[in-house]
T-cell receptor, first 115, second 115 residues
Framework: NAGVTQTPKFQVLKTGQSMTLQCAQD?????MYWYRQDPGMGLRLIYY???????DKGEVPNGYNVSRLNKREFSLRLESAAPSQTSVYFC??????????????FGPGTRLTVT | AQSVAQPEDQVNVAEGNPLTVKCTYS??????LFWYVQYPNRGLQFLLK??????LVKGSYGFEAEFNKSQTSFHLKKPSALVSDSALYFC?????????????FGSGTRLSIRP
């Protein structure tokens, strides 16, 4: 049981390049999330998927797109990377977003630098 | 505005002493409250949560937290600190009225336990 896995662990991009961050969970969770973590700012929600086939914007969606490929996988795409997107990105999952008492489980993160 | 405050960027405690990491919140409705811990280069790990019921909740690794509705606080505590408790701690809250996706994270408190 690997929990939540993310690839890659590290990535350096030049401004304007694109990339996709991959996330998978093996806990049969319905809901998945993408966050970014910046120093002194906690975690901010980029996009989430309450269930397979649905996605919605979070607090900071500009410059990103997502795909809920199936129940296990939720990817985050940067179409044209900008230095402001330099951050650590975390994927998370929870059993069901409709129950607010469920905690989230986090992946190990992807450290992205855009030069 | 909905918010979570962790007033201390860093807390320093000697091993064996009790520790407290503070969290206050400002949200509408009855909140759902969480504590997470982040070790270096790792994702967040769930520690404990308050949903309803007893104001004192117990969690992983000997941690506990007390919900205080009148003071809108949810401080994390441990009776006897270990060096291995050194990490970054995040308080998080879900406003009771909101969609389940909306969780607000504090900015984090770095806990340092000296031997």
């Amino acid at each position: 049981n690997a929990g939540v896995t993310q690839t890659p662990k590290f990535q350096v991009l030049k401004t304007g390049q694109s990339m996709t961050l991959q996330c998978a969970q093996d806990m049969n969770h319905n809901s998945m999330y993408w966050y970014r973590q910046d120093p002194g700012m906690g975690l901010r929600l980029i996009y989430y998927s309450a269930s397979e086939g649905t996605t919605d914007k979070g607090e900071v969606p500009n410059g990103y797109n997502v795909s809920r490929l199936n129940k296990r996988e939720f990817s985050l795409r940067l179409e044209s990377a900008a230095p402001s997107q330099t951050s650590v990105y975390f994927c998370a999952s929870s059993l069901d977003a409709s129950n607010m008492g469920y905690e989230q489980y986090f992946g190990p993160g992807t450290r992205l630098t855009v030069t | 505005a909905q918010s979570v405050a962790q007033p201390e960027d860093q807390v320093n405690v000697a091993e064996g002493n009790p520790l407290t990491v503070k969290c206050t919140y400002s949200v509408s409705g009855n909140p759902y409250l969480f504590w997470y811990v982040q070790y270096p280069n790792r994702g967040l790990q769930f520690l404990l949560k308050y949903i309803t019921g007893d104001n004192l909740v117990k969690g992983s690794y000997g941690f506990e937290a007390e919900f205080n509705k009148s003071q809108t606080s949810f401080h994390l505590k441990k009776p006897s600190a270990l060096v291995s408790d050194s990490a970054l701690y995040f308080c998080a809250v879900r406003p009771g009225y909101s969609s389940a996706s909306k969780i607000i994270f504090g900015s984090g408190t770095r806990l340092s336990i000296r031997p």
